[in-house]
């Protein structure tokens, strides 16, 4: 027999905003519960935030996601899950954006997507995406739980600048990042 909780589990909620499918709905929330062992809620799709759009960059800005997912957002933590190309700052794209210790993050499962990406993968295209969207998630709520980048490449926490960084670290956390947040 299972002994009751007698903490709270954390709870992260999912802000899609445009079209995203179900499955990526599934994959987003599968992965935050199997590594963060927490309560995961998904909220309806949402509008694509207004003045996000970078005309310039034919990009939108992340921060702008983020605000949503927090306004919106009833969790502890809040990740919003859009298809869009985003961008923070001086950077070309993002693939997600958190604050450090915030309630509010992002990720974009444009770039997320298979093609002559430069992953390093030999799974099927729906299951590739499936991967990089729980790696990117747990990654996200990582930051707003206070974990920096990790140095350790298998990590979770590890920094991705591209699609075959994503695909070379594990869904979880290394021993020292999840001693950091457990």
Do not use: W
């Amino acid at each position: 027999m299972k002994r009751p909780r007698l903490i709270p589990r954390m709870l992260v909620d999912i802000v899609p905003i445009g079209d995203i499918s179900a499955a990526v709905k599934r994959e987003a929330s599968a992965g935050l519960r199997s590594v963060y062992d927490c309560d995961v809620t998904v909220q309806s799709n949402q509008a694509i935030p207004e003045g996000a759009f970078d005309r310039s960059r034919n990009q939108y800005r992340a921060e702008q996601f983020i605000e949503l997912a927090s306004r919106i957002g009833r969790g502890e933590k809040n990740i919003g899950i859009t298809e869009k190309d985003l961008y923070y700052r001086r950077r070309n794209y993002v693939f997600g954006l958190a604050y450090l210790n915030g309630n509010g993050s992002v990720i974009s499962t444009y770039r997320l997507q298979t093609s002559s990406d430069g992953g390093i993968t030999n799974k099927p295209a729906e299951e590739v995406l499936s991967d990089r969207v729980r790696k990117e998630v747990v990654h996200e709520i990582g930051h707003t739980l206070g974990l920096e980048h990790c140095d350790n490449n298998k990590c979770v926490m590890s920094f991705s600048p591209t699609v075959r960084e994503v695909d070379v670290k594990e869904e979880n956390l290394c021993g020292t990042c999840s001693r950091l947040v457990h």
